[in-house]
Protein backbone atom coordinates (compact mmCIF):
# COMPACT_ATOMS: atom_id res chain seq x y z
CA UNK A 1 0.00 0.00 0.00
CA UNK A 2 2.69 2.18 -0.72
CA UNK A 3 0.50 5.25 -2.17
CA UNK A 4 -2.08 4.31 0.26
CA UNK A 5 -4.58 3.89 -2.81
CA UNK A 6 -5.46 1.79 -5.17
CA UNK A 7 -6.12 4.07 -7.55
CA UNK A 8 -3.40 6.69 -7.04
CA UNK A 9 -0.01 5.44 -8.93
CA UNK A 10 2.09 8.46 -8.71
CA UNK A 11 4.47 9.57 -5.48
CA UNK A 12 2.74 8.93 -2.26
CA UNK A 13 2.64 11.89 -0.23
CA UNK A 14 0.91 11.46 3.03
CA UNK A 15 -2.17 12.34 2.35
CA UNK A 16 -3.99 9.34 3.91
CA UNK A 17 -5.61 10.17 7.48
CA UNK A 18 -4.95 6.28 7.98
CA UNK A 19 -1.19 7.34 7.59
CA UNK A 20 -1.64 9.87 9.91
CA UNK A 21 -3.17 7.96 12.37
CA UNK A 22 -0.12 5.85 12.57
CA UNK A 23 2.33 8.58 12.36
CA UNK A 24 0.86 9.80 15.51
CA UNK A 25 1.23 6.59 17.33
CA UNK A 26 4.81 6.07 16.12
CA UNK A 27 5.62 9.44 17.63
CA UNK A 28 4.33 8.41 21.46
CA UNK A 29 6.47 5.06 20.88
CA UNK A 30 9.41 7.38 20.28
CA UNK A 31 8.92 9.91 22.48
CA UNK A 32 8.31 7.76 25.73
CA UNK A 33 11.40 5.29 24.42
CA UNK A 34 13.84 8.12 24.15
CA UNK A 35 13.16 8.67 28.12
CA UNK A 36 13.57 5.37 28.64
CA UNK A 37 16.25 4.21 26.90
CA UNK A 38 17.95 7.72 27.85
CA UNK A 39 18.16 7.27 31.36
CA UNK A 40 18.75 3.49 31.39
CA UNK A 41 21.78 4.34 29.25
CA UNK A 42 23.12 7.21 32.05
CA UNK A 43 23.10 4.33 34.87
CA UNK A 44 24.18 1.34 32.59
CA UNK A 45 27.38 3.13 31.37
CA UNK A 46 26.29 2.55 27.39
CA UNK A 47 27.49 4.66 24.72
CA UNK A 48 24.84 2.43 22.50
CA UNK A 49 21.97 2.53 24.45
CA UNK A 50 22.61 6.75 25.18
CA UNK A 51 23.33 6.76 21.02
CA UNK A 52 19.63 5.20 20.39
CA UNK A 53 17.91 7.15 22.93
CA UNK A 54 19.31 10.36 20.84
CA UNK A 55 17.30 7.89 17.45
CA UNK A 56 14.43 8.52 19.68
CA UNK A 57 14.28 11.68 20.19
CA UNK A 58 14.97 12.82 17.14
CA UNK A 59 12.60 10.62 15.27
CA UNK A 60 9.88 12.05 17.53
CA UNK A 61 10.67 15.55 16.58
CA UNK A 62 11.28 14.73 12.87
CA UNK A 63 8.04 13.28 12.52
CA UNK A 64 5.93 16.13 14.21
CA UNK A 65 7.55 17.82 11.34
CA UNK A 66 6.72 15.08 8.76
CA UNK A 67 2.91 15.48 10.04
CA UNK A 68 2.96 19.48 9.77
CA UNK A 69 4.39 19.56 5.93
CA UNK A 70 1.90 16.85 4.65
CA UNK A 71 -0.16 17.85 1.79
CA UNK A 72 1.89 21.46 1.13
CA UNK A 73 4.23 22.76 -1.54
CA UNK A 74 6.72 19.46 -3.45
CA UNK A 75 8.99 22.23 -2.13
CA UNK A 76 8.59 23.30 1.57
CA UNK A 77 8.04 19.17 1.91
CA UNK A 78 11.97 18.68 0.59
CA UNK A 79 12.71 21.49 2.07
CA UNK A 80 11.72 19.58 5.81
CA UNK A 81 13.34 16.36 4.64
CA UNK A 82 16.58 18.04 4.16
CA UNK A 83 16.36 19.33 7.51
CA UNK A 84 15.67 16.16 8.94
CA UNK A 85 18.62 14.45 6.64
CA UNK A 86 21.17 17.15 8.17
CA UNK A 87 19.64 16.09 11.82
CA UNK A 88 20.45 12.95 11.22
CA UNK A 89 23.82 13.71 9.75
CA UNK A 90 25.09 16.19 12.92
CA UNK A 91 23.69 13.33 15.27
CA UNK A 92 25.46 10.42 13.49
CA UNK A 93 28.66 13.06 13.89
CA UNK A 94 27.98 13.22 17.73
CA UNK A 95 27.51 9.57 18.26
CA UNK A 96 30.61 8.93 16.51
CA UNK A 97 32.83 11.80 18.50
CA UNK A 98 31.37 10.94 21.81
CA UNK A 99 32.40 7.14 20.66
CA UNK A 100 35.98 8.11 20.57
CA UNK A 101 35.98 9.78 23.80
CA UNK A 102 35.12 6.92 25.11
CA UNK A 103 37.69 5.17 23.96
CA UNK A 104 39.96 6.85 25.85
CA UNK A 105 37.84 7.16 28.80
CA UNK A 106 36.03 3.52 28.94
CA UNK A 107 33.90 2.61 32.01
CA UNK A 108 32.52 -1.08 32.25
CA UNK A 109 28.85 -0.89 31.20
CA UNK A 110 25.90 -2.83 32.43
CA UNK A 111 25.10 -5.58 30.08
CA UNK A 112 22.41 -6.85 31.81
CA UNK A 113 20.54 -3.54 31.92
CA UNK A 114 21.61 -2.71 28.17
CA UNK A 115 20.04 -6.08 27.01
CA UNK A 116 16.94 -5.41 28.52
CA UNK A 117 16.23 -2.18 27.75
CA UNK A 118 17.69 -3.16 24.34
CA UNK A 119 14.65 -6.04 23.85
CA UNK A 120 12.22 -3.27 25.43
CA UNK A 121 13.37 -0.77 23.15
CA UNK A 122 13.35 -3.92 19.52
CA UNK A 123 9.77 -4.48 20.56
CA UNK A 124 8.54 -0.55 20.33
CA UNK A 125 10.36 0.23 16.98
CA UNK A 126 9.09 -3.60 15.75
CA UNK A 127 5.60 -2.28 16.48
CA UNK A 128 6.64 1.42 14.35
CA UNK A 129 7.92 -0.62 11.70
CA UNK A 130 4.71 -3.17 11.52
CA UNK A 131 2.61 0.11 11.23
CA UNK A 132 4.63 1.89 8.72
CA UNK A 133 5.79 -1.12 6.04
CA UNK A 134 2.74 -0.35 4.02
CA UNK A 135 4.03 3.64 3.59
CA UNK A 136 7.93 2.60 3.12
CA UNK A 137 7.88 4.11 -0.30
CA UNK A 138 6.60 7.87 -1.32
CA UNK A 139 8.34 11.46 -1.43
CA UNK A 140 11.18 12.17 0.29
CA UNK A 141 9.29 13.03 3.74
CA UNK A 142 7.55 9.54 3.44
CA UNK A 143 10.30 8.20 3.02
CA UNK A 144 12.71 9.74 5.70
CA UNK A 145 9.70 8.70 8.63
CA UNK A 146 10.91 4.85 7.07
CA UNK A 147 14.43 4.97 6.94
CA UNK A 148 14.53 6.22 10.56
CA UNK A 149 12.03 3.68 11.96
CA UNK A 150 13.74 1.03 10.21
CA UNK A 151 17.08 2.46 11.40
CA UNK A 152 16.08 2.00 15.31
CA UNK A 153 14.85 -1.65 14.53
CA UNK A 154 18.52 -2.40 13.34
CA UNK A 155 19.98 -0.69 15.95
CA UNK A 156 17.64 -1.92 19.09
CA UNK A 157 19.21 -5.46 17.22
CA UNK A 158 23.03 -4.73 17.44
CA UNK A 159 22.60 -2.91 20.92
CA UNK A 160 21.23 -6.86 21.98
CA UNK A 161 23.97 -8.21 20.37
CA UNK A 162 26.39 -5.32 21.88
CA UNK A 163 24.92 -6.24 25.60
CA UNK A 164 26.35 -10.08 24.54
CA UNK A 165 29.56 -8.94 23.56
CA UNK A 166 30.14 -6.88 26.99
CA UNK A 167 28.47 -9.81 28.96
CA UNK A 168 31.35 -11.77 26.93
CA UNK A 169 34.29 -10.56 26.58
CA UNK A 170 34.25 -8.15 30.61
CA UNK A 171 35.00 -5.20 27.88
CA UNK A 172 33.52 -2.02 27.01
CA UNK A 173 35.25 -2.76 23.07
CA UNK A 174 31.48 -3.97 21.65
CA UNK A 175 29.71 -1.27 22.79
CA UNK A 176 31.64 1.12 21.43
CA UNK A 177 31.79 -0.97 18.16
CA UNK A 178 28.00 -0.69 18.08
CA UNK A 179 28.46 3.26 18.50
CA UNK A 180 30.20 3.29 15.91
CA UNK A 181 27.69 1.31 14.01
CA UNK A 182 25.07 3.05 14.75
CA UNK A 183 26.41 6.67 13.52
CA UNK A 184 27.43 4.93 10.19
CA UNK A 185 24.13 4.15 9.76
CA UNK A 186 22.91 7.80 10.31
CA UNK A 187 25.50 9.03 8.26
CA UNK A 188 24.43 6.94 5.41
CA UNK A 189 20.47 7.41 5.84
CA UNK A 190 21.12 11.31 6.09
CA UNK A 191 22.85 11.26 2.47
CA UNK A 192 19.64 9.24 0.94
CA UNK A 193 17.54 11.85 2.35
CA UNK A 194 19.47 14.66 1.37
CA UNK A 195 19.61 13.01 -2.51
CA UNK A 196 16.31 12.97 -2.52
CA UNK A 197 15.24 15.95 -0.82
CA UNK A 198 17.53 17.93 -3.16
CA UNK A 199 16.09 16.06 -6.38
CA UNK A 200 12.66 16.88 -5.41
CA UNK A 201 13.37 20.36 -4.21
CA UNK A 202 14.80 20.61 -7.84
CA UNK A 203 11.21 19.14 -9.25
CA UNK A 204 9.45 22.06 -7.27
CA UNK A 205 11.60 24.92 -8.30
CA UNK A 206 10.75 23.24 -12.09
CA UNK A 207 7.11 23.12 -11.04
CA UNK A 208 6.70 26.54 -9.78
CA UNK A 209 7.78 27.87 -12.95
CA UNK A 210 6.37 25.96 -15.55
CA UNK A 211 3.78 28.71 -16.91
CA UNK A 212 0.30 27.16 -16.88
CA UNK A 213 -1.48 26.30 -19.54
CA UNK A 214 -3.41 29.56 -21.50
CA UNK A 215 -7.36 27.89 -20.88
CA UNK A 216 -9.00 30.72 -22.43
CA UNK A 217 -7.10 30.10 -26.01
CA UNK A 218 -7.31 26.69 -25.65
CA UNK A 219 -10.88 27.09 -25.40
CA UNK A 220 -11.50 29.65 -28.17
CA UNK A 221 -8.93 27.16 -30.38
CA UNK A 222 -10.95 24.24 -29.71
CA UNK A 223 -14.42 26.10 -29.77
CA UNK A 224 -13.30 27.44 -33.43
CA UNK A 225 -12.39 24.06 -34.39
CA UNK A 226 -15.36 22.63 -33.72
CA UNK A 227 -17.43 25.43 -35.47
CA UNK A 228 -15.36 24.59 -38.41
CA UNK A 229 -16.14 20.98 -38.37
CA UNK A 230 -20.13 21.33 -38.34
CA UNK A 231 -19.94 24.14 -40.83
CA UNK A 232 -17.62 21.71 -42.85
CA UNK A 233 -20.54 19.31 -42.44
CA UNK A 234 -23.75 21.81 -42.84
CA UNK A 235 -22.51 22.89 -46.10
CA UNK A 236 -21.36 19.70 -47.77
CA UNK A 237 -22.73 19.72 -50.81
CA UNK A 238 -22.63 16.45 -53.55
CA UNK A 239 -21.25 17.14 -56.65
Same mark, same amino acid.
Given at each position: ?????????? +? $???????? #? !??? =?????????? $?? %???????????????????? /? /?????? &?????? %??? +????????????????? /? /??????????? &???????? @?????????????????????????? &? #??????? !??? =??????????? %???????????? +???? =????????????? $???????????? &???????????????? *?????? *????????????????? !? @??
Amino acid at each position: MSAGCGHNHG +T $FEGLSQDY #K !RRL =WIVIAINAVM $FA %VEMTAGQLARSQALQADALD /F /FADAVT &YGISLA %VIG +TSLKVRSLAAAAKGISL /F /FMGLFVFGSTL &YRVFYMGM @PEAPLMGAIGFLALVANLASVLLLVN &Y #KDGDANV !RSV =WLCSRNDAIGN %VIVMVAALGVWG +TATA =WPDLAVAGVMAGL $FLTSSVQILTQS &YREWKAGGALAITPAP *DHDHAH *DHDHDHAHAGTCGHGHH !R @PG
